[in-house]
DNA sequence: GTCTATAATCCGATAGAC
DNA sequence: GTCTATCGGATTATAGAC
């Protein structure tokens, strides 16, 4: 029984992801299992119940992503592999991604389950621990890691959120460089001097004004 | 004609901006209106044509409040009103501003229809002015004026999104502090450096590592 | 007990009379 | 322009089959 619940989850999980969030019904959801609508009920309260374990899972698959970062050998690069696997993620799984940080807005939820509202304050924690490691390192200038991991966080999660939502007409590879570019301006005044040196020494040709 | 157009239209936002998109039915909008589902349909493709035209109501609203910010006297000023104005009309419009940005997903559109396109890039010329101006006053560094006005927007958009979406468990004013530290920081890197010192002259004490 | 089907209710949208 | 009537599809409570 706990086995058939898990099946009806993996296939909400293909459901919402080729479909999206106005494609998800429980009777297209009901037609993939090979059960009627009303049977999924037995095991989910409510279509929302459905997508909030649906988020669940695309919480779990970023942070496998993430976790990758860590294997890092040096907190500059666990920072810059982590900045990467967050991008790289979005773009996989895009809709994952919008699932995750607008689950409220989608289903009209006036707060955030507790079980969600962890999992997305440990997003916090993960760039938090990145930022404290680099300021220990000497590679971002002491100040409150919170802050500091909010700035980034807010920032990608921002940028890549304009661009799946089609708000940036850009193509995939003008974004990445965007990307790229954008957090380079932004390290530019979190790094140490000798860091920021290197940081601004390869930003690109400029108009003068 | 074009009346009961406009009429139905201050009805139609009153019910979203009240019920939310998962709220929002035509049924409910007609009898709002005082009239049967079916005859919204005369002045209204679909409820989709509906929506978009909710959207139209709330980019005027932002632009409405984002034009107050160029009553500063100096880009300096306009500058630091426009970052202000964006989070007042966030916090006081929450719906607006997720109807803004994320409209795509709410109603599963494929890609961003021209006329909400071109309203979109004007919310990022709005921020590219802001920024020519004060790399002309000498303000913020020399630096590529739409690389850096989307650092900007991508930060507040990503910061107010993930406070009005709840994933930060912030009280108002606690967020309000947040936003202008987090603003700050940012500043850190892109003001030239007799501002920027200015601007780091005020951050406030940090656990030094 | 575990699962399923029927049916009530609500929604968006259309057809056709007035 | 608006109504009545109606279709197809959605969620969900209830009652019945294994």
Known sequence: MVDSKHRILTHACDLYLADGFD????????RAVGVTAPALYRHFESKEDVLLEVVGEAHDELFRTLSHALGGPTPEDRFRRAGEAYLGFALA?????????????FMG?????????????SVGQFWHDRVRECIEAGILKPDDPEGIGLVLWAHAYGLISLYIRG?????????RQAYTDSFRRIMAGLATP?????????HREVKPG
Chains 1, 2 share one sequence.
């Open 23 to 30: 494609g998800f019904s429980m009777r297209k959801l009901a």
């Open 194 to 202: 000798e860091h920021a040196e290197a940081v601004n020494g390869v």
């Open 167 to 175: 708000l940036l007409p850009l193509p995939e590879e003008a974004f």
């Open 109 to 121: 939820l006036d707060e955030v389950p507790e079980e969600l509202s962890r999992r997305a304050c």
């Open 93 to 105: 799984n895009p809709r994952y991604f919008q699932m995750i940080h607008s689950f409220t807005e």
